[in-house]
């Protein structure tokens, strides 16, 4: 069952901020959180729709 859209916003905006303090690449922060495919997804998408220029800096696998 795929997580309600607040909470992929939650984690979203914590990512961001973990990013914007230098943690690590947005991928690896995304997956410390360990979630199914389609939430990963989706938490992506949402980081990228708020905040395009992590995706370009971000390198695509």
Sequence with gaps: ????????????????TRYDMGEREITDIVNSYN???DDRNLVLAEIYAKRPDI??????A
Excluded at 55 to 60: D, G, H, K, M
Aim: aromatic share 4%; charged share 10%.
């Design 1 to 16: 069952m795929a997580m309600p859209m607040y909470k992929i916003r939650i984690i979203a905006n914590a990512c961001i």
């Design 35 to 37: 979630m199914a495919t």
């Design 55 to 60: 995706e370009t800096a971000t390198p695509q």
